[in-house]
């Protein structure tokens, strides 16, 4: 059986523990879509052609992946590209209420999708792409959080 997955998000930008989570989706199939969401409603630092452009950037030694970008529900573009599973990370706790309850939704929308969650090494638990740019616009030293490549952009951007 080959199967594969998509792992969405805005990816504001790309950190480890993003990585760390498509490097785990990799062990269990054997293809993952990196679906960058086209969100107008959210203001990111960067564009969905930057965010794309990176993602494959920090994943150019990975084996089959895809990144792309999608516009509208995850589970519209799931059943576009024939997908049934759905990945997203679960960082800490302070993560599953939203998550839990985007997973129903999306139950009760597209029953033949299903959504499995994955928690990063411990190391980068508790990273997020937005905290990250609010350090870095503050000045912290976010080197051990994302490839030096996606620091230097956000330290350029801001």
């Known amino acids: ?43 990111p630092l960067f564009s969905t052609e930057e965010r794309v452009k990176m993602i494959k950037q920090a994943t ?10 999608f516009d509208g529900l995850v589970i519209d573009y799931a059943h576009k590209k024939r997908i049934s599973v759905i990945i997203r990370g679960l960082r800490m706790i302070s993560d599953f209420e939203y998550e839990f309850q985007m997973a129903l939704t999306n139950r009760k929308l597209a029953p033949d999708v299903e959504t499995i969650y994955l928690m990063p090494s411990e190391s980068y638990c508790y ?24 620091e230097k952009a956000i330290k350029a951007k801001l």
């Open 60 to 69: 150019k030694d990975f084996d089959r992946i895809t990144v792309e970008s």
């Open 127 to 150: 990273i997020s792409s937005k905290l990250l740019k609010e350090a870095a616009y503050l000045g912290a030293d976010i080197s051990n959080f994302v490839p030096k490549f996606i």
């Open 1 to 43: 059986m080959c199967q594969k997955a998509i792992y969405p998000g805005s990816f504001d930008p790309i950190t480890y523990g993003h990585i760390d989570i498509i490097k785990r989706a990799l062990k269990i199939f054997d293809e993952v879509i990196v679906a960058v969401a086209n969100n107008s409603s959210k203001q």
